[in-house]
């Protein structure tokens, strides 16, 4: 049986980027503002990503049995 030919992924056009210098201050610190709140999800998401990797690690990791012996 012949495989499926798939078809090849649509890329989309290029855009063009133009960059501009900011000179009015508002706008600036609420540019620094989005990106301080984009940094701070982005932080939170890892977080929560470490977490749960470490949390189903030391599920599947063996249990130790202390030795509790007092002196």
Same mark, same amino acid.
């Given at each position: 049986?012949?495989? &499926?030919? #798939?078809?090849?992924?649509?890329?989309?056009?290029?855009?063009?980027?133009? +960059?501009?210098?900011?000179?009015?201050?508002? *706008?600036?610190?609420?540019?620094?503002?989005?990106?301080?709140? *984009?940094?701070? &999800?982005?932080?939170?998401?890892? +977080? &929560?990503?470490?977490?749960?990797?470490?949390?189903?690690? #030391? +599920? #599947?990791?063996?249990?130790?049995?202390?030795?509790?012996?007092?002196?």
């Amino acid at each position: 049986m012949s495989k &499926k030919v #798939s078809m090849p992924p649509r890329i989309a056009p290029l855009q063009r980027v133009v +960059a501009e210098v900011i000179t009015d201050p508002a *706008e600036q610190a609420a540019l620094d503002k989005f990106r301080k709140l *984009e940094k701070q &999800k982005q932080g939170g998401q890892k +977080a &929560k990503m470490n977490h749960k990797d470490a949390r189903v690690a #030391s +599920a #599947s990791a063996p249990k130790r049995k202390r030795n509790c012996t007092s002196v």
